[in-house]
T-cell receptor, first 112, second 118 residues
């Protein structure tokens, strides 16, 4: 079993739709939860991070962490074609220290 | 946000030759840098953790004699792929931990280097 599971997609939605991206994990020691966006042939860029459980909102993006279920989500409201990218969840902390484990990434296509 | 650069962004080399990739933190000091490899449509796989002034820590299955890492200063880490073979062709990405943000485990990623070995 992988430490972090993420459906690679692709996920195709119409412009304006609400997008839900999810990851599950097995290591209960993770404390930091991140979402990265990666455009084709570019390095990942941090979108949001959350410490422990809870919700965090930033503009059209909302990150949720449910440590009891070992489940994290990223919601994108009013999706735009420019949101088309690969979204990677990532986790670190606990006994692993700074070592970050990435999900496989979900490819998102937002159609105009 | 903090900026990390990589050079070169793209390199083609012949099988058997060595290639050096540089990773620089431009506006902050990074005691810790990471090197990742990413194959097409796959996620980032951590190769090694590079600590300034000490030996790198390699992940299981990564040959330290093949992938030489040097972190000689707080702003520069290099990855040298020695005796490269076609199976080493991949997208290599570095990241750096900002000291000021170390507690947040935030990594700043470089733009990546695409290596093609013929």
């Amino acid at each position: 079993q992988k430490e972090v599971e993420q459906d690679p997609g692709p996920l195709s939605v119409p412009e304006g739709a609400i997008v839900s991206l999810n990851c599950t994990y097995s290591n209960s020691a993770f404390q930091y939860f991140m979402w990265y966006r990666q455009y084709s042939r570019k390095g990942p860029e941090l979108l949001m991070y959350t410490y422990s459980s809870g919700n965090k909102e930033d503009g059209r993006f909302t990150a949720q962490v449910d440590k009891s279920s070992k489940y994290i989500s990223l919601f994108i409201r009013d999706s735009q074609p420019s949101d088309s990218a690969t979204y990677l969840c990532a986790m670190s902390g606990g006994t692993g220290g700074f070592k970050t484990i990435f999900g496989a990434g979900t490819r998102l296509f937002v159609k105009a | 946000g903090a900026v990390v650069s990589q050079h070169p962004s793209w390199v083609i080399c012949k099988s058997g030759t060595s290639v050096k990739i540089e990773c620089r933190s431009l506006d902050f000091q990074a005691t810790t840098m990471f090197w990742y490899r990413q194959f097409p449509k796959q996620s980032l796989m951590l190769m090694a953790t590079s600590n300034e002034g000490s030996k790198a820590t390699y992940e299981q299955g990564v040959e330290k004699d093949k992938f030489l890492i040097n972190h000689a200063s707080l702003t520069l880490s290099t990855l040298t792929v020695t005796s490269a073979h076609p199976e080493d062709s991949s997208f290599y990405i570095c990241s750096a931990l900002s000291q000021g943000l170390a507690n947040l485990n935030e990594q700043f990623f470089g733009p990546g280097t695409r290596l093609t070995v013929l």
